[in-house]
């Protein structure tokens, strides 16, 4: 297990790209509740990576689905994921208007819709899922799952310096950000495709 798993986590989840999210949705909110939101987002998205890392190949196996579909339905994923970010879209900012006003309302908004879908939606899940299948020791499990800790300590960072992230970075500097995590996500993508198409049809590998 090397650092693919976390780079393309990194990509996909993307925290920075989430801070305007987090700072409309925690506007009127006093500093006790901010830091509040910041800890269940947080460890919310861990709490997703883990469980896909840990019983996510269970899950398909209950729903009869091979790794190799998954492979090739994930990466698909992953690329209109990417085709999103290269368009500076958050990658999982699957919401719409009436979701957002809706979760607005919400007593938590840390979990939907800061944590699911935006942070970890199906692409996160999905490519947490492969990584899984690929880890064969309880070391590289575990890394995978510490991986998880990464990527929630990123998102803490990132909300927990939402505003001088963004007067720094402005629009633009977000945007920039954005796309090119879209473009590595999106070689990534066509990685675990072509993984799981060789899986599917052997003969393309001759």
């Given at each position: ?27 009127g ?10 800890l ?57 208007e ?9 007593a ?51 909300f ?21 995590m879209g473009?590595?996500?999106a ?20």
């Amino acid at each position: 297990m090397d650092f693919k798993p976390l780079i393309t986590l990194l990509a996909i989840v993307n925290p920075l790209a989430i801070v305007p999210f987090f700072i409309h949705y925690t506007q009127g909110f006093s500093r006790k509740q901010r830091r509040r939101t910041v800890l269940i987002s947080s460890v919310s998205a861990f709490a997703v990576i883990a469980t896909c890392a840990l019983i996510g190949l269970q899950i398909l196996e209950f729903f009869g689905i091979s790794l190799a579909s998954f492979q090739v339905g994930g990466g698909m994923l992953l690329l209109t994921s990417a085709l999103a970010m290269l368009n500076a879209q958050p990658a999982e900012a699957k919401t719409n208007e009436m979701e957002v006003n809706d979760a607005s309302a919400r007593a938590s908004i840390a979990v939907v819709p800061l944590t699911i879908p935006l942070l970890t939606g199906p692409a996160t899940m999905s490519t947490v899922v492969i990584y899984a299948d690929q880890a064969k020791t309880f070391f590289q499990h575990a890394a995978l799952v510490g991986y998880g800790v990464v990527i929630a300590l990123a998102t803490a960072i990132c909300f927990t310096m939402a505003e001088p992230i963004a007067r720094f970075l402005g629009q633009t500097g977000i945007n920039v950000m954005t796309r090119l995590m879209g473009l590595i996500l999106a070689a990534l993508s066509v990685e675990v495709m072509a993984t799981g198409l060789v899986k599917l049809f052997p003969a393309l590998a001759g």
